[in-house]
């Protein structure tokens, strides 16, 4: 990379200089610090890896490890024959074997607690391969979601149109049907690659008794012992992860009668209504929990998903319907789910002698913080709290998940098959705890009594995070060199922030630096935070164009909990999630 031209008509053409990667100033002042006559021996590795990068446990085998991972950068004269040089050093602290995350830490959670006191990785309407709409229904997006750790399926299961079979679909709109059992066998045979904890299926019936009766026999002869039956009764306590690895788990309300389908016609004004992403290829900002009482009025005709009607009903009615419900479909059922009848403080009454999953979409609950706050974190030390989309998320867009994260739901239910700055917000949560797809929730959400979390509280900071954004490199490795400008070499800059309660949200940007596809911004940024067991560290980098919006060119969230100190390589992804080969940033993370 020495140089680089750009043609600007057809007889001209701009030449730009190419750099190449070189250390920051800080990072050469730390080697300085930490060699001889530029080399670093093993034991200044050890010292470097306990004072800068705060791993208080590094002996001399990890220094040496660190040292043999780079052996295969030995033609590049990074080693010396007593340690290794500048260069050496600098190719470590930006490789792959530095990440923000520590990769041996695996499942460190206690996963003995009941499923209750966990954020499990959820997904909603699972079988969807684009818009809610007229999109086809697959299981391929629902083995993608395993394979991504996620441990919460939905499916919507319909009979098909000779009432003879079960098909999974959305109802009452325009996608085309699966059948139940390929669904069922993808599940069974991709459920625990990604993570042996339990997977929980939750089923949307709209089935009569003959094929509730047909869907039990495809569930047992699928999953056989692989599944948890409890019985017909309900849970005094949900079991804990722990204790049903590999095991696959059935919820939904109790069942009744089926409703018949009507067809309906999807009106072009309301797919426009449902459009949430459409000012940017990657989504709008994450709306602030601060916004929402000037979204409620707003919202409160939204909620056009068929699953809010179904759950209005009160459990008389369901209780009536189950004389007609087969027996071995209603046995199924581990985790009972309904609202009951009354109001919001009925639907939050927390039940001595049995526990459950309630249900609210996107708006009932942002409505329900409001005035219930504080008997949501209650009722969610015991009880499951599923929150879905609002009905005209047609684009399969999603919300902000902390809302529910931060009122203890443990199920916030997303459409994976979207992208966007939420669904990043939710892979960045999901990395935590091994990525097995269950996070411990923070115990001040599991306080009784007069200590029940309030989320609306005022709390003093308890740390400050420091954030130095050094530089990034690798997008002329994954990009066409035209990729973001046809006339120049790219004008990046960086975002950086928080995610979590409404006091520690922010973001702050970097200046943009022109021309430059390994940019050194060198900016240091710092983040008071109240409540860090619910942050993640937000990372987006951009490329200004002056005549349009500024193109994507990278992201990642990370949870503040188990971010490491030190300088760290921090790979980027796509807006789809999807890791880039070769683009990181090199930053450092101090906590003060």
Known sequence: MSKQSYRVCFCFRRRFRMAAAEAPADIKAIFDEYSENGVMSVDQMRRFLVEVQKEENATLEDAQAVMDSLHELKHLNVFHKRGLNLEGFFKYLFGDVNPPLNPKLGVHHDMNAPLS?????TGHNSYLTGNQLSSDCSDVPIINALHKGVRVIELDIWPNSTKDNINVLHGRTLTTPVELLKCLRSIKEHAFTASEYPVVITLEDHLTPDLQAKTAEMI??????MLFSPGSECLSEFPSPESLKKRVIISTKPPKEYLKAKDVKIQETDSKKGTDSAAEPWGKEVK???GFKANLDEDKDDDLDGEADEDEEDEEEDLKSQQNTAPE???LIAIHAGKGK???ADWLRVDPDKVRRLSLSEPELEKAVITYAKDIVRFTQKNLLRVYPKGIRFDSSNYNPLIGWMHGAQMVAFNMQGYGRSLWLMHGMFRANGGCGYVKKPDFLLKGGDEVFDP????PVKTTLRVTVYMGEGWYYDFR???FDTYSPPDFYARVGIAGVPADVIMKKTKTLEDNWIPTW?????FPLTVPELALLRIEVHEYDMSEKDDFAGQISLPISELREGIRAVPLHSHKGVRYNSVKLLMRFQFI
Not at 117 to 121: M, N
Not at 456 to 459: D, I, V
Not at 522 to 526: P, Y
């Open 522 to 526: 060198d900016e240091v940024f710092e």
């Open 329 to 331: 479909y209603r046995r």
């Open 117 to 121: 006191h966990y954020f499990i990785y």
């Open 342 to 344: 009354g109001g919001m």
């Open 288 to 290: 602030s929990f601060k």
């Open 481 to 483: 060199h035209t990729h």
């Open 220 to 225: 047992n002869q699928t999953f056989g012992d």
């Open 456 to 459: 609306r509280a005022t709390l």
